[in-house]
């Protein structure tokens, strides 16, 4: 079968550059304890807060069936500007219409007076960049694991003519299985002719592709999520992003000069290192496709587990 094929069993910081957004705004009131959608008639029960993003906070919540899921809330506060609903209407409509085992699924959304609410699949394991900061850094093994997945989710979405623009370990979810998840659609755009090129600057400023920060006359397109992709498989092996330095204009900088390197002390596999040089190319039609990366012997030619082991959260796994 394709290595592209969906490979599961059964997040987050967000920015928008050229600088990061402040968060100046008041905390908003909580969201009632029994959130009704009116439309189905059906409850769902405010449980914990699992996390919040730029705009939305996210609670765990149970139906009446016991069913657990993610809800995320926006306060229609928030939503006064017509770019403030724009933007949520095409995250709701990207998201919704993508159904794949490694992206977070959405299962239905719906207001009241105060909020707009999407409920959403829970990933009860947190983000990969949760995960990170307990391991401090991945084995090869286990990258291979997570890229995997990741690669074939983020084919599924370019075969769909979506590109995520936003991918980073924060908006990778684990599910109970360890699986990754890809969430957060909220900078995600939809390419609705060929050839169309995006122009709005947006993404994390340590994943951003040089192409979106120094090329805004002619645009970018699908492959900003591949350069993300290469600085993920870095971070994942060395523990933090190639381009991270102290303030944003220097990360941009570094950037635009390809200005990254790998640690002396460090055993990294030439594979390791040859496809991230690859796939960290400025030139975004010179990057290898997802297939090409999923071809590379990095994975062809090392392990790739099947699955991860629940201990993956504080211990490196055994994979013999
Ligand atoms: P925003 O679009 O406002 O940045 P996110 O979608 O990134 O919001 O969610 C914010 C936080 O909520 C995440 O960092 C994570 O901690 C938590 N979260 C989001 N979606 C889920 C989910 N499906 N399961 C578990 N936690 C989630």
Redesign the pocket.
Known sequence: GSPLKPQAQE????ASPPLPRQNSKAVPPSPPKVITDKTRQQDFFRLHL?????????Y?VHDSQKRHW?C?V?TKDSLKTKKAKTKLYA?IKIHRALEHPNI?SFQDCFEDDENVYMT?????N??LM?LLRRRRRFTEPEARFFMVQLLGACHYMHTHQVIHRDLKL??L?LDANMNV?V??F?LAALIESPGERKKTICGTPNYIAPEVLFDTANGHSFEVDTWSIGVILYTLIIGKPPFQTKDVKSIYKRIRDNEYEFPAEREISVQARELIQHILTQDPQQRPTLHEILDDEFFTHGIVPSHLPNTTHNAVPDFR
């Open positions: 997040k987050k910081q967000q699992l996390g919040e993003g730029g705009f939305a906070r996210v765990q993610a995320k926006v995250e977070v959403l699949e829970l990933c009860p947190g983000s949760d924060g908006n979810f998840k969430g957060d909220g």
